[in-house]
């Protein structure tokens, strides 16, 4: 059988999947952001947010009808996002190009970054992890006091690490796993809330 006849028929059986073409959502992903958010209660309207891994834009939508007319998303990809509204504005770029400080800030930053799957857990997991890292690092440059930060993560030993030290800038880190993530797959979300804004030294 041929291998994309075969994702086929694996996205067919997926109850998410189903759902969001049912529902008009452009992928699952709008399900895990519904589920954070029925959570932990972050997006509420006027908002502006900024969803980094956007394409093809479930979550992106998710955000557009949460934050309203009054609010703002700004979505990156490298690949084109499938999603177009009043309150959404894409830039395609890889993350590591953007010019951060010409973004404004934001009261949430997301962060769905995911690598082309190599088939190598482990180098896959790493390549990952760096994205979330590279997140991160924009989140801190860009986000309100009291603003947070949402990101997937491939679950390994160094997690607990990164979650430790977002913990002196955040008042509360979890990890969470929302229902329509896939049990068998190791993603799992880092929800970082109440961002302290520790001062930082000024680099020599
Ligand atoms: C799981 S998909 C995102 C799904 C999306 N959030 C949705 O709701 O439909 C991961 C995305 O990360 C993007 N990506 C990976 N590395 C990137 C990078 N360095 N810069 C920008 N986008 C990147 C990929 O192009 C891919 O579209």
Redesign the pocket.
């Given at each position: 059988m041929p291998k994309d006849f075969r994702r086929y028929i694996k996205r067919k059986r997926d109850f998410w999947w189903r759902k969001a073409k049912e529902e008009g959502y452009?992928?699952r992903?709008?399900y895990k952001l519904i589920q954070i958010n029925e959570r932990f209660k972050l997006i509420k309207p006027g908002m502006r947010c900024l969803d980094l891994?956007?394409?093809?834009?479930?979550?992106?939508q998710v955000l557009s009808e949460l934050v309203g007319d009054k609010g703002e998303v700004v979505a990156?990809?490298?690949?084109p996002l499938r999603y177009r509204a009043r309150n959404v504005r894409f830039i395609r770029s890889?993350?590591?190009e953007l010019d951060v400080e010409s973004l404004g800030k934001f009261d949430l930053v997301l962060s769905?970054?995911?690598?082309n799957s190599s088939g190598h857990y482990s180098r896959d997991q790493a390549r990952q992890l760096r994205?979330v890292l590279d997140a991160y690092e924009i989140a801190k440059r860009v986000l309100k006091p009291g603003g947070a930060f949402v990101s997937k993560v491939f679950y390994g030993e160094d997690v607990e690490d990164i979650v430790k030290g977002m913990r002196r800038e955040f008042k509360f880190v979890k990890l969470f796993k929302p229902k329509a993530s896939r049990s068998e797959s190791a993603e799992t979300y880092i929800v970082a809330v109440g961002y302290l804004k520790v001062k930082r030294r000024k680099r020599a």
């Open positions: 452009l992928s992903a709008a891994g956007a394409s093809p834009g479930g979550r992106t990156v990809d490298i690949r890889d993350i590591r769905d970054l995911a690598p994205l």
